[in-house]
C-alpha cells in the first residue's frame, strides 16, 4: 500500500536530487525530529553559506547540500504535521456523531412515565456510552483517561462538592439578580414527592456526567492542543449550543444560554484538570434551574411575571445570565492563570537531573 508520505518523499527525491537513506526512511515512516533555525535554513538556501562554510572548514557545496536536505525534511514534516491535525479534528467530529447517535438511539427507548423516570433512563443509558465511546476514542489516540480528566481520584468526590455548592450560588446570585429589578417574584408551587425530588437530582447529575464528558473531556483536550484555549472553547460551546438547539431550545437560548454555559464549564474542567468539579458545576445549576421553575416544568417555585414587564424580564434573565456566566469563566481562567504560573515556577527552581535520560523522560510529553 503506497502511502502519502511516501509519494512526499519520492516527489522531493525527483525535484531535489534525493534525500539521504536515513532521511527519507524517516519520512516514509512519518518521523522527524525537531529542529530549529528554519529562517537561517532559508538564508543559506538563498545562497548565504554558514559561519562554518565561510571559515574554510566544511566546503560550501557540501554544506548547502546538507542546508537543502534539512529544508526538504522540514518541509515534509510540515505536511505531516498538518495531516495530523486534520486527522485528529477527524477523529473528534467522529466522536461527536457516535455520541449523538447513541443519544438518539436511546431517546425514543425510554418508558413512558414521569419526566424524572423519562430523564433518568436516558442519563443512565447516554452516560454510559459516552463513556465507553471515550474510553474507545482515548486508546485509539494512545492516551490514558487520567490524560483529560476523565480517570477519578480520592480528592474526586471533594471537587465533585465543592463544584455542587459553586453551582448552587452562582444560582441564587442570578436569581437575586433578575429579583432586583421588582417585576418577578418566585411563589411556591404544588408540592412534589421527596421520590420524585431524588431521582430528579440523580438524573441531573447522570446528565451532566454525560455533557461533560461528551463536550469536555476527550474533544476539548484534543481541540485545545489544536486551537489552543480559546479556539478549543469557541469550537465546543458552538457544538454545545447546536445539539441543545437540536434539543428543542430556541436559537437564543442555545447560544446565549447553553453555548455561554458551556465557556464555564469547559473553563472548570482546563482549571482543575478534571471532569468532577464541572460536573457537580453543572449538575448544580440544572437542579437550581429546575427548583425555581426554568427547565419548562415546575419545580418547587414557579416565577410569576407583573403584566406589561414579560419581555422586559426575559431581557434581564438572559443578560445576567451571561453576566453571571462569564465572570465566573473568568475566575476560573484566572485560577487556571494562578496555578499554572506555580506549576512553572515550582518546575523552574527543581535542580536539573544528572543524567540526561533521566531529564528526557521528565520533559516528554504523558500518554
Same mark, same amino acid.
Given at each position: 500500500?503506497?502511502?502519502?508520505p511516501a509519494?512526499?518523499?519520492?516527489l522531493l527525491?525527483?525535484a531535489g536530487g534525493?534525500?539521504?537513506?536515513?532521511e527519507s526512511?524517516a519520512?516514509e515512516r512519518?518521523?522527524?525530529?525537531?529542529?530549529?533555525g528554519?529562517?537561517q535554513?532559508?538564508?543559506?538556501?538563498?545562497?548565504r553559506?554558514s559561519s562554518?562554510a565561510?571559515?574554510g572548514s566544511?566546503?560550501?557545496e557540501?554544506q548547502?547540500?546538507?542546508?537543502?536536505?534539512r529544508?526538504?525534511t522540514?518541509?515534509?514534516?510540515?505536511?505531516?504535521?498538518?495531516f495530523q491535525?486534520?486527522?485528529?479534528v477527524g477523529?473528534?467530529?467522529?466522536?461527536?456523531?457516535g455520541?449523538?447517535v447513541?443519544l438518539?438511539?436511546?431517546?425514543?427507548l425510554?418508558?413512558?412515565?414521569?419526566?424524572s423516570t423519562?430523564?433518568l433512563?436516558?442519563g443512565?443509558? +447516554?452516560?454510559?456510552?459516552?463513556f465507553?465511546?471515550?474510553l474507545?476514542?482515548v486508546?485509539?489516540e494512545?492516551?490514558?483517561?487520567?490524560?483529560?480528566?476523565?480517570?477519578?481520584?480520592?480528592?474526586?468526590?471533594l471537587r465533585?462538592?465543592f463544584?455542587?455548592?459553586?453551582g448552587?450560588f452562582?444560582v441564587?446570585?442570578?436569581?437575586?439578580?433578575?429579583?432586583?429589578t421588582?417585576?418577578?417574584?418566585?411563589?411556591?408551587a404544588?408540592g412534589?414527592?421527596f421520590p420524585?425530588a431524588?431521582?430528579?437530582l440523580i438524573?441531573?447529575?447522570l446528565?451532566?456526567f454525560r455533557e461533560e464528558l461528551?463536550?469536555h473531556?476527550?474533544?476539548l483536550?484534543r481541540?485545545k492542543?489544536?486551537f489552543?484555549?480559546?479556539?478549543a472553547?469557541?469550537?465546543?460551546?458552538?457544538v454545545f +449550543?447546536l445539539?441543545?438547539k +437540536?434539543?428543542g431550545?430556541?436559537?437564543?437560548n442555545?447560544?446565549l444560554?447553553?453555548?455561554?454555559?458551556?465557556?464555564?464549564f469547559?473553563?472548570?474542567?482546563i482549571?482543575t484538570?478534571g471532569l468532577?468539579?464541572?460536573i457537580?458545576?453543572?449538575?448544580a445549576?440544572?437542579?437550581g434551574?429546575?427548583?425555581r421553575?426554568g427547565?419548562?416544568s415546575t419545580?418547587y417555585?414557579?416565577a410569576?411575571?407583573?403584566n406589561?414587564?414579560e419581555?422586559r424580564?426575559?431581557?434581564?434573565v438572559m443578560?445576567?445570565?451571561v453576566l453571571?456566566m462569564c465572570?465566573a469563566t473568568?475566575?476560573?481562567?484566572w485560577w487556571?492563570r494562578?496555578?499554572?504560573?506555580?506549576?512553572?515556577?515550582?518546575e523552574?527552581?527543581?535542580?536539573a537531573?544528572a543524567?540526561?535520560a533521566?531529564?528526557?523522560r521528565l520533559?516528554?510529553?504523558?500518554?
Amino acid at each position: 500500500m503506497v502511502t502519502w508520505p511516501a509519494v512526499a518523499a519520492r516527489l522531493l527525491r525527483l525535484a531535489g536530487g534525493g534525500l539521504r537513506q536515513d532521511e527519507s526512511y524517516a519520512v516514509e515512516r512519518g518521523h522527524w525530529s525537531q529542529r530549529q533555525g528554519a529562517p537561517q535554513v532559508c538564508r543559506e538556501v538563498a545562497g548565504r553559506p554558514s559561519s562554518s562554510a565561510r571559515r574554510g572548514s566544511v566546503p560550501a557545496e557540501e554544506q548547502n547540500l546538507k542546508t537543502a536536505s534539512r529544508l526538504r525534511t522540514s518541509l515534509c514534516r510540515e505536511m505531516n504535521n498538518k495531516f495530523q491535525s486534520w486527522s485528529s479534528v477527524g477523529r473528534v467530529l467522529l466522536f461527536y456523531i457516535g455520541c449523538v447517535v447513541i443519544l438518539a438511539t436511546i431517546a425514543p427507548l425510554a418508558p413512558l412515565g414521569s419526566e424524572s423516570t423519562t430523564m433518568l433512563f436516558i442519563g443512565a443509558l +447516554a452516560s454510559f456510552g459516552a463513556f465507553c465511546l471515550t474510553l474507545l476514542f482515548v486508546r485509539w489516540e494512545g492516551l490514558r483517561l487520567g490524560d483529560i480528566g476523565a480517570w477519578p481520584d480520592r480528592r474526586s468526590p471533594l471537587r465533585l462538592a465543592f463544584g455542587f455548592l459553586i453551582g448552587l450560588f452562582l444560582v441564587g446570585l442570578h436569581t437575586g439578580i433578575v429579583r432586583s429589578t421588582g417585576h418577578v417574584q418566585w411563589v411556591r408551587a404544588s408540592g412534589i414527592a421527596f421520590p420524585d425530588a431524588t431521582i430528579t437530582l440523580i438524573a441531573f447529575l447522570l446528565l451532566s456526567f454525560r455533557e461533560e464528558l461528551a463536550f469536555h473531556g476527550y474533544p476539548l483536550r484534543r481541540f485545545k492542543t489544536l486551537f489552543g484555549l480559546w479556539g478549543a472553547q469557541l469550537i465546543v460551546a458552538i457544538v454545545f +449550543a447546536l445539539e441543545h438547539k +437540536a434539543g428543542g431550545n430556541s436559537w437564543k437560548n442555545a447560544f446565549l444560554g447553553a453555548g455561554v454555559g458551556s465557556l464555564l464549564f469547559g473553563m472548570a474542567a482546563i482549571a482543575t484538570r478534571g471532569l468532577a468539579l464541572p460536573i457537580g458545576l453543572h449538575a448544580a445549576w440544572n437542579v437550581g434551574d429546575w427548583l425555581r421553575g426554568g427547565k419548562g416544568s415546575t419545580g418547587y417555585l414557579k416565577a410569576v411575571v407583573e403584566n406589561g414587564f414579560e419581555e422586559r424580564t426575559a431581557l434581564v434573565v438572559m443578560t445576567s445570565h451571561v453576566l453571571v456566566m462569564c465572570s465566573a469563566t473568568l475566575a476560573f481562567w484566572w485560577w487556571y492563570r494562578l496555578t499554572l504560573r506555580d506549576n512553572n515556577e515550582h518546575e523552574a527552581n527543581q535542580p536539573a537531573p544528572a543524567n540526561p535520560a533521566i531529564a528526557s523522560r521528565l520533559h516528554s510529553p504523558r500518554h
